[in-house]
Every structure is written in C-alpha cells, then in structure tokens.
C-alpha cells in the first residue's frame, strides 16, 4: 500500500511563492520517481516536474527557472518550490510516485491534488 499526502497550496499574490510537499507512506520502492503534475480549470494535466531516486530532475519549459523540485528520500517526500508566480500556473496540482520494478510494469500513485490559486 502507498499513500501520498499533499498540502501547501494556496492563494498567492503574482509574483508570489508557494512551496508544496508529498508525502509518500507505505511500500516505497528504492527506484521511483516523483513528480507534480498540475490541471488548470478546463484543461488536461500536465506534468511540470520530476525527480529520479538518483536525483536527475525534468521541467515542462514553462516553469523552467521558476520552479525546483527536490526531495528527501529519508521523510518520503517530494517538494515543489514555485516561485515568480503567475496566474497562468492557477490549477489543481497532484502529486505523482511512480516505482519502477526491474523487469516489470511500472507502477503509479497520486495524491488527492492541492489547489493553487495565483492572483493579479
């Protein structure tokens, strides 16, 4: 079993910064990767960033330089620092652990999503 707990999202000025946090329990497998995914209202999810267990990152261009994501393999957590906020980045944000088995499917969890709201 696998849980993802998410919390800090919000409310925040343009410009604003925002840091959220996932939380994973349960069977956590040493290759997996972490990542946020976010869901504008009327739109379909995209990924905006992940991390590898070895670390490695990935950013949709459109946070690149605004946004890092990090992790603390020993608290099973994944963090998403967002900073320079627009209202473009308003949406529904969830967390995504996906473990990787050697010679099998890789398998994916989410957390029950945090919203974000950026203001003008």
């Known amino acids: 079993q696998v849980q993802l707990v998410e919390s800090g999202g919000g409310l925040v000025q343009a410009g604003g910064s925002l840091r959220l946090s996932c939380a994973a329990s349960?069977?956590?497998?040493?290759?997996?990767?972490g990542g946020w995914y976010r869901q504008p209202p009327g739109k379909q999810r995209e990924l905006v960033a992940s991390i590898t267990s070895s670390g490695n990152t990935n950013y949709a261009d459109s946070v690149k330089g605004r946004f890092t994501i990090s992790r603390d393999s020993a608290k099973n957590t994944v963090y998403l620092q967002m900073n320079s906020l627009e209202p473009e980045d308003t949406a529904i944000y969830y967390c995504?652990?996906?473990?990787?088995?050697?010679?099998?499917?890789?398998?994916?969890?989410w957390g029950q999503g945090t919203q974000v709201t950026v203001s003008s």
């Open positions: 349960g069977n956590i497998f040493s290759r997996n990767t």
């Open positions: 995504n652990l996906r473990i990787h088995i050697i010679f099998q499917r890789d398998y994916d969890y």
